[in-house]
């Protein structure tokens, strides 16, 4: 294997991992709309009770995430092969959830999951063509919660989430000077 | 130092890490043969209730497993450092365990682990050379369990799990054409 | 973007995702001075109960920590953005704390958070500038705790520890010759 061919290996491989990472990023603050540059057009998601193209997953999770307080997903295990275009990988997560009242185990509750993607490169850039989130098991978080307290760094949906708004700023050259940049 | 040392450097640490997470695959999928490929011939585990070599070590996890539904682990935090042919990696884990009856602890519960490696590339090829997997806790989930409903992708231990039969698409070229394979 | 530039864009990546693990390594082997070669000099924390220095953030953990008989931080989605010499990340965890007795929510708890971080590279080593540490949820594991059993691989927090004494002895070479070193 030639070096360029080692570092285009090395490459994808970050570039599948952050794919995944985004998804997940998406899924956690409410900004739905970035799943369309990270399924390919068309792509297509299996999930726990939907099955559909990356539109109609849009329609479904904009009905079914205001139920919940918040999600949290916490990637975990990654593996993926990619032959030439097209890659496959699959990834293990906890994924957390929480809602009112802090009781109902529908809205309170741990499940972990793998996602197993079908990927295709695009245009230069890796997608989601096919995805089934497969999903091990589940349990109530019911009765375990503790109070929350309104201190330290709190998380948001919007702008004012510290990661959205830090990210805006080294976006915008407002982190300090980038001396290599 | 040169570039095709810290491109080798990088081939490295990622091929650590893929090693590591093919284990909990391994596990999770009951495929335990390929454990011969992930630890060196002669390699030894250390293990909450086992210490042996990986011939040992296969040969109770076979006789142990079938007590369980599934697990599934979910690696976290990794470490490793490299020096020449030898290299030490640390990871950590959550491990979910299941099983029947669900309100039996020691059938359904979830501990957390660090896995230590002493690792060696052998015929170019990183292998565990000896691998402590340190439990640092671990938590009953019995009565936590939620039903689980036969809906969305379904995880099985065979070739019919979703992860498995990609990966054979992929590896058959039955994914499409690879533009640049 | 030339291969060169491409090889350090990954190798910046791997190292800033090392950065952050080392964070968690120091916390929960409890090697606080480490902290000082993580953060840049006058680096701010903020955490949940928190905000300061991490001179200050070193002697507040030295006060907390006792409290607890142990904690695992299991490192989950990381991405990272960088431009220059400032760089984004943003890193999920599940943080675990278990201390005497077992029924003390206070301290038998499971917390998820994301950790936000403003890096900087400072004579050529990534550090944390500024670090935003925030809570999502927390749990209470108080009646969970199976029986700890005093079988297989211990942790400990000090050099006994299967990592940190596997690691002293990669690096006095005692782990047998490195071929390639």
Do not use: C, K, Q
């Given at each position: 294997?030639?070096?360029?061919?080692?570092?285009?290996?090395?490459?994808?491989?970050?570039?599948?991992?952050?794919?995944?990472?985004?998804?997940?990023?998406?899924?956690?603050?409410?900004?739905?709309?970035?799943?369309?540059?990270?399924?390919?057009?068309?792509?297509?998601?299996?999930?726990?009770?939907?099955?559909?193209?990356?539109?109609?997953?849009?329609?479904?999770?904009?009905?079914?995430?205001?139920?919940?307080?918040?999600?949290?997903?916490?990637?975990?295990?990654?593996?993926?092969?990619?032959?030439?275009?097209?890659?496959v990988a699959e990834?293990?997560?906890?994924?957390?959830?929480?809602?009112?009242?802090?009781?109902?185990?529908?809205?309170?509750?741990?499940?972990?999951?793998r996602y197993v993607d079908?990927?295709?490169?695009?245009?230069?850039?890796?997608?989601?063509?096919?995805r089934w989130?497969v999903?091990?098991?589940?349990?109530?978080?019911?009765?375990?919660?503790?109070?929350?307290?309104?201190?330290?760094?709190?998380?948001?949906?919007?702008?004012?989430?510290?990661?959205?708004?830090?990210?805006?700023?080294?976006?915008?050259?407002?982190?300090?000077?980038?001396?290599?940049?």
């Open positions: 294997m030639t070096d360029r061919t080692e570092l285009r290996r090395l490459a994808d491989r970050l570039e599948i991992a952050d794919l995944v990472a985004r998804y997940t990023r998406a899924i956690d603050r409410r900004a739905l709309h970035e799943l369309r540059e990270i399924y390919a057009p068309g792509g297509i998601d299996h999930h726990t009770g939907f099955d559909g193209d990356v539109e109609a997953y849009i329609t479904w999770l904009t009905g079914l995430l205001p139920r919940l307080d918040g999600t949290l997903h916490v990637l975990g295990t990654h593996l993926a092969e990619v032959r030439g275009d097209v890659a990834t293990s997560a906890t994924a957390r959830h929480w809602g009112t009242p802090a009781d109902d185990p529908s809205r309170n509750f741990t499940s972990i999951v079908h990927l295709e490169r695009l245009d230069g850039r890796w997608r989601i063509r096919e989130a999903r091990e098991r589940a349990w109530s978080d019911a009765g375990r919660a503790l109070p929350r307290t309104e201190v330290g760094p709190m998380p948001t949906m919007d702008d004012r989430d510290p990661a959205t708004s830090l990210l805006a700023r080294l976006r915008a050259g407002d982190l300090g000077e980038a001396a290599r940049g």
